[in-house]
């Protein structure tokens, strides 16, 4: 099935964007092209020293999840001012390639570093980072798309799609890591599926993503592509896959984001025990999409950027006993 995973993304040049937001926004300035996974996205410098992110879609996006983005961004903004998004400027324009339409959206420039470049840490700094997610949860408390009800595949719900891509992995103790996390959360989530809140969630809190201010704390989130009606609890735990890559000792900053969500946003018991599945199956979700996309995409190296320290960081949970484990990280948050 054709979608934003397999179709080739845009690949305009600097040129046809400077000629494109002239003739379309009334700018002119600096472009510069920024990378981006399956969209394609340009950096603005107007004349006038403004500041402008411009997104061109992946021509398989459909517009009714732009709508969504848009939607949500608009419902954030009118409840918590101060939290940073990036909002659309004006209506998405379509540009014309080569028999392709693209959907082209302005949408404004946030100040900040991100947060994998911000040189301030510490379990501190952790928590924080899980309060800002609880504070983007409030945010989003009470809103609802119709587009964000959707199989989506980094929806940490979509197991099928997971078991789907198994045969895209190199060998059996791959797919023999990711089987143990699937059995594992068949056995420890589905039976209490129905204690877990749902809510539409921004799903992809990583730390290119989140921006922080000269103390390191998170001030702004960019990137909505990813928004889907899911479990509530998958909000802390997309953040708490990613910060774990790359650690010694994985569980401090994830316990300690965990806690600062739950100070903020309460997760209630049921969900707190889930939470250690939803990383291990975010992982998953990571690691057999890499894998899967890697064939079709060869020159694409951003597709395994993050792929070793997931599977060390799957390897090392795959020792664990996820109960103990899960037991630990709710007595953390309280």
């Given amino acids: 099935m054709t979608s934003v995973f397999t179709t080739t993304p845009p690949n305009f040049s600097e040129q046809d964007i400077v000629k494109f937001i002239l003739i379309h926004f009334g700018l002119s300035g600096k472009v ?20 402008f992110i411009l997104k061109i879609s992946n021509p398989a996006e459909q517009t009714k999840i732009l709508e969504l983005q848009n939607k949500a961004i608009l419902y954030i903004r009118s409840r918590k001012p101060n939290l940073g998004v990036p909002l659309q400027i004006g209506d998405i324009k379509e540009f014309n390639k080569d028999g392709e339409i693209y959907f082209v959206r302005l949408v404004e420039y946030l100040d900040g570093q991100f947060l994998k470049d911000s040189l301030v840490g510490g379990n501190t700094s952790h928590e924080k980072l899980g309060i800002f997610l609880g504070t983007l949860s409030h945010s989003l408390d009470g809103f609802f798309h119709p587009a964000s009800n959707r199989e989506f595949e980094w929806d940490v719900r979509a197991i099928e799609l997971i078991k789907s891509r198994l045969d895209h992995l190199k060998s059996k103790s791959d ?12 056995n420890n989530v589905l039976p209490i599926i129905s204690e877990l809140k749902m ?80 990383v291990c199956i975010r992982l998953c979700i990571s690691v057999t999409m890499s894998a ?41 948050a309280f």
Avoid at 32 to 51: G, H, M, P, V
Avoid at 220 to 229: A, E, H, K, L
Wanted: net charge neutral; glycine share 4%.
């Fill in 32 to 51: 510069t092209n920024l990378y981006s996974d399956r969209d394609q996205n340009f950096f603005i410098l107007s004349e006038s020293n403004k500041k």
């Fill in 175 to 186: 797919k023999k890591t990711v089987a143990h996390f699937l059995n594992e959360y068949e």
């Fill in 199 to 278: 809510a539409v969630i921004h799903n992809d809190g990583n730390d290119h993503n989140i921006l922080v201010d000269q103390n390191g704390e998170a001030k702004g989130i960019i990137d909505f592509g990813d928004m889907v009606y899911s479990y509530q609890a998958a909000e802390p735990a997309v953040c708490m896959a990613y910060l774990g890559l790359g650690k010694k000792d994985a569980f401090t900053p994830m316990a300690q984001v965990l806690k600062g969500y739950h100070s903020c946003f309460s997760l209630n018991n049921s969900e707190l025990k889930s939470v250690i599945y939803l």
């Fill in 292 to 332: 899967w996309r890697m064939k079709l995409f060869p020159d694409n190296k951003y597709l395994s950027v993050s792929q070793k320290s997931a599977w060390d960081l799957l390897r090392k949970l795959e020792k664990e006993d996820l109960k103990k484990f899960a037991n630990h990280l709710r007595e953390y």
